[in-house]
């Protein structure tokens, strides 16, 4: 699989989401964050700041779902990332 220009595959993590105090957030509160945690399986062509295996926080809202070698994925932008971890 190669994405190709300014795309990026990526694998969403599953985080628990915790409060200050440690508290476990769940449902609507968990989902009032903007930003997510991914791995990035793979770089489009022209993608030139991120890199094969980085953890990245990216915007929630951006990019949709394939199923692509019989395992789901999200694709996004380049664009949709706001930071490299």
């Known amino acids: 699989m190669q994405p190709v220009n300014k ?10 989401v915790e409060n200050k105090i440690g508290l476990v957030l769940l449902g609507d509160e968990a989902n009032a964050y903007r930003y997510r945690k991914a ?4 770089v489009g062509t022209e993608v030139t700041s991120i890199n094969d295996g980085d953890t990245v926080l990216y915007d929630k809202s951006a990019g949709f779902s394939a199923m692509l070698e019989n395992q789901p994925y999200t694709i996004i932008q380049e664009r949709d ?3 490299v971890l």
């Open 7 to 16: 795309y990026i595959v990526i694998a969403p993590e599953n985080e628990k």
């Open 39 to 42: 791995s990035v399986v793979k």
């Open 81 to 83: 990332v706001v930071i």
